[in-house]
Each structure stands twice: as structure tokens, then as C-alpha cells.
């Protein structure tokens, strides 16, 4: 029979009850240069004064038209641009200041599936390598191992063993999607940030990638930052929306709350644009599709 003090008992509800992600004050701005000698005349506010929460295992959408700062704010969050200002908290560390050798370790827990399968994987590489690179970058698995959790995590996300051996050209774009996610399970994940994961898909498959993102999160306890300009699909998938226009945060609360009570006079924009507002179906509960193993 093992004791557990009052303090560990503390220090293991403190750990639960901390948000995974938190984001506080963020801004991203980028320098508009004019003139013969390219002088900074003004400030870019790509993201401007940003704040959130994100939970262990929940989802949150970040929704809003294009160009209004969603991905810019992604990239960021993972410090792969450099933000002027603010801090983000991961796992209770600020990602802000950390060095490249920790920033480094801890994005073994921050992974990202980008918006376009087709660009997102190098044409020259077999599966086996894209798939695999995350293992052998962070030394993870090398050898028989490397290979025997390339297949685990392909048949994971719905695909043959054989895939390993073929070339992304030889895959529809459903099926290069899941290489993609495949790939940012590698290194069994805390985050994955989600850049328009469907929008290139046409709707069939659309429904086939959000069930087995679900699926994945329900088995792995995965947080998602969902990216997406669509509100049906937004609205489907996450526990949590986050409306954005022009680098700010306009409107924010749970899904029931931001699609059946909209405050914001933008985000009831967004809502009008979807057919039937009432009686709309989203491309999952549709019936477009409820297996995650096809496609």
C-alpha cells in the first residue's frame, strides 16, 4: 500500500487543474516598409493582444476570414516567428524564454498539421522517411524499431504497412493528410495545432480526417488548436471557439454559447454565411461519412 503525502496530492491537482496552453497578451507585429530605401513607415499588427486558455484533451477553434492573423498566431505559439510581445505558457513553462537546445526538447509536445497534404510532404522522400524523421531527428528510434513504429502509426491513421515504401504522389489527398498526421503523432504529442487540416479535402473526406482527428484525440488525450475559416466545421469539432478579426479576439466562450447566443456582430457574419443557420448539418453529422479508416 503506498502514501501519498498531502503536498504530492496537491502538486498533482495543481498540475491538472493548470491549463496545458495559455496565452497571454500576445502580439506578432510586422514592419511596413516604402520608399527608395525600404524605410519602416508603420507596424503589421498581425496579432495584436491575445489571450487564451487551452486544457489538456480539448479542442479549441480559432475561426475567422483569411488574412485576419489565425496562422500567423499558430506559428507564433510554436516560436516559429518570433512574436513582439506577450508570453505563452506551455505545460507551465513560458516558450518565450527558453534557449534553442530547450525550445528544441520541448517541441517534441508541440506538433502541427499544415493546410495543403500536398506541399506539406517533400515529393523525393518515401513515407517511411517523412514519417520517420521526427524519431531519428529527436533520436527516439533508429533501425528495426524506427520501422516498427512507422507501420504502428500508419495503420494508426488508416493506412497499409506497404505505404512506407511508396512516394507521396502515389496518395490521394485524404490519404496524404493522414501521412501528415501520422507524422505529428510521431513523437506522441501534448499539442497539435491544426492549420486548416481540411480545407483542400473535398467534403467527403473532410468528415473521414475530423473522425479520425477525434478518434486520435479520445485515444492519445490530444489538445487541438483547430484553425479553420469554416464555422459548420468549427462548430462540430471543438469544445471551445475563438472568433478572430484583425489580429484580435472579438469573441470567445463555448461552442454552445458563440453558435446559438453569437455577441459579436462579426461572428454573426460568420454564422450567416452558413446555409440554415437552424437546421444545419456539419460535413461529419451529415452522413458524408463516419469511418476514419477510408480515404
Known amino acids: 500500500m503506498s502514501l501519498v503525502t498531502p503536498e504530492a496530492s496537491a502538486a498533482v491537482s495543481t498540475s491538472r487543474a493548470c491549463p496545458l496552453l495559455k496565452v497571454r497578451n500576445l502580439c506578432t507585429h510586422f514592419p511596413i516598409r516604402s520608399g527608395l530605401l525600404r524605410r519602416v513607415t508603420g507596424q503589421l499588427k498581425a496579432v495584436d493582444d491575445v489571450s487564451f486558455d487551452l486544457d ?15 496562422s500567423t498566431l499558430a506559428r507564433t505559439i510554436l516560436r516559429l516567428i518570433k512574436p513582439h510581445s506577450g508570453n505563452v505558457y506551455f505545460d507551465g513553462q513560458d516558450l518565450m524564454d527558453l534557449s534553442q537546445r530547450q525550445l528544441r526538447h520541448k517541441r517534441r ?11 506539406s510532404l517533400n515529393p523525393r522522400l518515401r513515407i517511411e522517411t517523412i514519417v520517420g524523421e521526427p524519431l531519428r531527428v529527436h533520436r527516439v528510434a533508429s533501425g528495426q524499431e524506427l520501422k516498427r513504429r512507422v507501420h504502428a502509426l500508419l495503420e494508426e491513421c488508416g493506412l497499409p504497412t506497404d505505404a512506407a515504401r511508396r512516394f507521396p504522389h502515389e496518395f490521394s489527398g485524404g490519404q ?32 473521414q480526417i475530423l473522425n479520425l482527428l477525434q478518434d486520435l484525440q479520445a485515444k492519445h488525450h490530444l489538445a ?16 471551445q471557439i475563438a472568433v478572430m478579426h484583425k489580429g484580435k479576439i472579438v469573441e470567445m ?32 453529422s451529415g452522413g458524408l461519412g463516419g469511418s476514419s479508416t477510408v480515404g
Open 56 to 70: 489538456r484533451g480539448q479542442t479549441i477553434g480559432l475561426v475567422g476570414e483569411s488574412g485576419c492573423g489565425k
Open 109 to 119: 509536445s508541440m506538433q502541427i498539421v499544415f493546410q495543403d497534404p500536398v506541399g
Open 176 to 207: 496524404r493528410q493522414r501521412i501528415g498526421i501520422a507524422r505529428a503523432l510521431a513523437l506522441d504529442p501534448q499539442l497539435i495545432v491544426c492549420d486548416e487540416p481540411t480545407s483542400a479535402l473535398d467534403v467527403s473526406i473532410q468528415a
Open 224 to 239: 487541438y488548436l483547430f484553425i479553420s475559416h469554416d464555422m459548420s466545421v468549427i462548430s462540430h469539432v471543438c469544445d
Open 253 to 284: 466562450g463555448s461552442r454552445d454559447q458563440v453558435v446559438n447566443n453569437p455577441q459579436n456582430v462579426y461572428t454573426q457574419r460568420l454564422l450567416s454565411a452558413v446555409p440554415s443557420v437552424d437546421n444545419w448539418q456539419s460535413p461529419v
